[in-house]
């Protein structure tokens, strides 16, 4: 899942904050469990679980990216 964002064109790169938790460690085990995910490979966007057992196609995460984006900065 790292990799289909870290491939994702570069003005989408500057609009996004990317963490990753592994879910080998505490953080990550809780993490997983604030997002009520059941299963990985999980994606959340603004804290909230949207993709979960797969991983979406390019388009699928950039146009869900850039509808968050501009739901957030409409006002601007």
């Not at 964002?5 to 080998?24: A, G, N, S, T």
């Not at 604030?34 to 999980?42: R, W």
Request: charged share 40%; hydrophobic share 35%.
């Amino acid at each position: 899942m790292a990799e289909s964002v870290k491939v994702l064109p570069q003005d989408i790169q500057e609009i996004i904050e990317v963490h990753e938790w592994d879910m080998r460690t505490r953080e990550g085990v809780q993490r997983f469990r604030e997002l009520k995910a059941k299963s990985l490979p999980s994606v959340a966007l603004d804290g909230d679980l949207v993709y979960e057992s797969l991983i979406p196609m390019q388009e699928e995460l950039i146009d869900e990216i850039c509808r968050r984006y501009k739901e957030k900065n409409q006002d601007e």
